[in-house]
């Protein structure tokens, strides 16, 4: 009897892991409107930027963001979109800290996403928002609060 309410226990887990993994993946899809070339738009004259985002899995999307002073890259990161531990995490990857930084993505739609890491310095919560062809990215924390303004190429 014992064995038997042991295997129980064992097949409800793992039907719950299951069940929890593929909501994640069913959430995850909502992310694929992210894929492509993002231009960023209203910058001052001389600089430029984009983000581009690439499905490398139903599960995964890799991306890369850059903004240019002419020629010149002045700011690079590695980003990513990842499932973990039955969880959504947004991931940057910048030259200025030793590891990747991982946010939680705590609220997803079909036209966005918001992510947070209450640990982190700055920022502490990443919000996509996405209106067509137009995508606003908000960064903040604490009393500090930048847009970054993106289109679709």
């Given at each position: 009897?014992?064995?038997?309410?042991?295997?129980?226990?064992?097949?409800?887990?793992?039907?719950?892991?299951?069940?929890?993994?593929?909501?994640?993946?069913?959430?995850?899809?909502?992310?694929?409107w992210?894929?492509?070339?993002?231009?960023?738009?209203?910058?001052?004259?001389?600089?430029s930027?984009h983000?581009?985002?690439?499905?490398?899995?139903?599960?995964?999307?890799?991306?890369?963001?850059?903004?240019?002073?002419?020629?010149d890259?002045?700011?690079?990161?590695?980003?990513?979109?990842?499932?973990?531990?039955?969880?959504?995490?947004?991931?940057?990857?910048?030259?200025?800290?030793?590891?990747?930084?991982?946010?939680?993505?705590?609220?997803?739609?079909?036209?966005?996403?918001?992510?947070?890491?209450?640990?982190?310095?700055?920022?502490?919560?990443?919000?996509?928002?996405?209106?067509?062809?137009?995508?606003?990215?908000?960064?903040?924390?604490?009393?500090?609060?930048?847009?970054?303004?993106?289109?679709?190429?």
């Amino acid at each position: 009897m014992k064995r038997i309410f042991l295997l129980s226990i064992l097949f409800f887990l793992a039907a719950a892991a299951y069940c929890q993994q593929k909501t994640t993946t069913t959430d995850f899809q909502q992310l694929n409107w992210l894929s492509g070339t993002w231009k960023r738009i209203q910058l001052k004259p001389g600089k430029s930027g984009h983000e581009r985002w690439e499905q490398t899995s139903p599960a995964s999307l890799k991306g890369i963001g850059i903004t240019q002073r002419g020629t010149d890259t002045t700011f690079m990161e590695k980003l990513a979109l990842v499932v973990k531990n039955g969880a959504i995490y947004y991931v940057a990857d910048v030259a200025e800290n030793k590891e990747p930084i991982y946010f939680k993505v705590s609220a997803i739609s079909s036209t966005g996403f918001t992510c947070e890491n209450a640990e982190h310095d700055f920022p502490k919560k990443i919000v996509y928002s996405r209106t067509d062809n137009r995508l606003k990215v908000t960064t903040s924390g604490g009393e500090k609060s930048i847009d970054f303004f993106f289109e679709r190429e």
